[in-house]
């Protein structure tokens, strides 16, 4: 079947040491069926590599209109730096790529719909609770970032009588350290990660070592949740238009130069 008119979304995470962990991989097949075109995930740091993944693509005739989605919950040095790299030496300079998740519009809106979820399903008042945002974070972090802070203030604002922590898996502040800083009754623990690797499934839990009276919930990794796609999708519908809208204004048949309006 022809591709013409098609755009392929490209899921990209990190990668994972864990045999059966493909967050990328779910994703995309949940994106699938709602989407025209291809999508396909690939790994910076495990297999299928991203390298790979767009040559393959490429070779198939599929990258006219690509679209990225970086599963990552951080604009670290992976996506501002070696993932435009990565895209421009395949050649695909005019790939688009949207921000990574916690970048993405209506991010802490649907945040803020899962944590009223958890509260009420436990029967706690928000006044009440600790939330602990556990990120991947850096061996080197001797405190948050300021994309930490940032996101940390955007859920206190929308959720106002919670009381939001930053913590890492690596770094500081780190998970380890959750109970010198619990200073509510109840916690709710969310990973601010993609799901599916050997931090979510067993270092986090391992930190936390929730004891039955710790009054303390874990909560599903932000990757693996039935919102997320949804709002991945409609981001991506809402980045592809505008790049066709913006296309058609800026490409005359003539090829000389951006449209004017008639009067």
Known sequence: MPYRGKTTLLIVAHGTSVEDGDPAGVLAHRLAPKWFGDVVPAYMRSDPA???VLADL???GK????LVMPLFF???YLVTEELPEILSRAGLHHAMVLPPVT???????MVARHLEQALLGQGWFAHDTTLFLIAHGLKTLKEPTDEQIWLAQRIANVVPELAVRITNIEGAPSLNDWRDRADRPNR????VLAGGGIHA???VPAMLSLMPGDNGVLLDPVGVWQALPPLILEQAEQKTRRAVVLANYMMPPDGRGPKAFSP
């Open 201 to 203: 499934r067993e270092d």
């Open 50 to 52: 991203l390298v790979d």
């Open 74 to 76: 951080s604009a670290g």
């Open 58 to 60: 490429t070779a198939q």
């Open 103 to 109: 970048g993405l519009g209506g991010f802490v809106p």
């Open 188 to 191: 709710l623990f969310l990973p």
């Open 63 to 66: 990258t006219d209109r690509l």
